[in-house]
């Protein structure tokens, strides 16, 4: 059995997995996929999988993507061969949550304003600061990370309003709306929070009107993926201020250009797809992956956190 990593954990994690798993060949390779013709299991990040390596790919059976997202995977290549595909769903839901408590606060409590007037040597008391206490938050996608939102949300005495295609029930939502009803919705949130993945029913899914339908000062963030609505229509919409402010982690095109309009807005918060960062990313996705690999050997179980191909998550 061999299990290919084209990512390098730390040296004490290879350690352990070899300790844990000593029938198990155990290769470690950043972007090489010398040993994907031989690899049972493989290991990765997603990004940097084409269709030429499933076919070169002979023995593979499970990929495990150390991501949420698999829209960059060759989906077409891995259905025709059969290969399960799970990925770490949750483990994100810590970083990214603080990530987002922590703009919505620092935009509420004027810490922008006060960071640049301390800069300024400026003793300026008119902050125009304001309270998430009484507020209503609409969050788009309330699973793992969605509902750990709401959670906090909550405990900052936020109405939480959760969206998702069905309206089925979430964690932490104290109503549920589904994808056509969003536009009905927008009108009644302080903030709008998306942590939607990248799927044919959320590419695009914000449009004008969406926009145009949420408060002067309603305050947008997207911590989802880039293509939730294209970005002429986030640019005129802050343009002709129809919303307060937009916190943007992920984009259409990554690296942002350094010619993109949302470099010069100052109502605009740009994060380098970087809000599920933390030094425990890798320590949480070994902790789904050896579980799931322990049943494996000793089953031929499938792993929890299967992804659909189909569905795109």
């Known amino acids: 059995m061999e299990v290919l990593f084209t990512f390098i954990p730390k040296e004490h994690q290879q350690k352990h997995l070899i300790e844990q798993f000593p029938e198990v060949h155990f290769h470690f390779a950043y972007k090489d996929k010398m040993r994907l013709p031989s690899a049972d299991i493989l290991v990765t990040y997603g990004e940097d999988l084409a269709a030429a390596d499933i076919e070169s790919a002979e023995k593979l059976k499970w990929i495990m993507v150390a991501s ?14 059969g290969i399960i595909v799970s990925n770490v769903k949750g483990i994100h839901k810590t970083p990214m949550t603080e990530s987002v408590l922590a703009h919505l606060l620092a935009l509420k409590r004027s810490l922008p304003f006060i960071y640049e007037k ?8 008119k902050t125009g600061s304001r309270e998430l206490y009484g507020s209503t938050a609409l969050i788009l996608g309330p699973g793992a990370i969605g509902s750990e939102i709401g959670r906090l949300l909550q405990a900052f005495g936020v109405h939480t ?5 069905s309206g089925k029930q979430a964690e932490h939502m104290e109503k549920m709306v589904r994808f056509d009803q969003i536009l009905d919705t927008l009108p009644e949130a302080d903030a709008v929070i998306s942590v939607l993945p990248s799927t044919n029913e959320t590419k695009h899914l914000l449009k004008k009107e969406h926009f145009q339908a949420m408060k002067k000062d309603a305050i947008f963030m997207n911590f989802g993926r880039g293509d939730l ?3 002429e229509v986030l640019v005129e919409a802050m343009e002709n201020g129809e919303i307060g ?3 943007l982690d992920v984009f259409n095109t990554e690296p942002l250009p350094p010619e993109h ?11 380098p797809h970087a809000s599920s960062h933390s030094g425990k990313y ?7 992956f050896i579980p ?22």
Request: charged share 30%; with cysteine.
């Open 229 to 231: 609505f294209e970005d």
């Open 68 to 81: 949420a997202g698999i829209e960059k995977m060759p989906h077409a290549a891995i259905a025709e061969r």
């Open 282 to 288: 890798v320590e949480r996705a070994l902790e789904v």
């Open 292 to 313: 799931n690999l322990r049943k494996w050997l000793d089953e031929e179980s499938e792993p929890t956190n299967l992804v659909s191909l189909e569905k795109g998550y």
């Open 261 to 271: 309009p949302f470099w010069d807005m100052g109502n605009v918060v740009i994060s």
């Open 245 to 247: 402010a937009a916190v």
């Open 118 to 125: 301390q800069r300024e040597k400026q003793w300026n008391r």
């Open 161 to 165: 309003i959760g969206c998702n295609r």
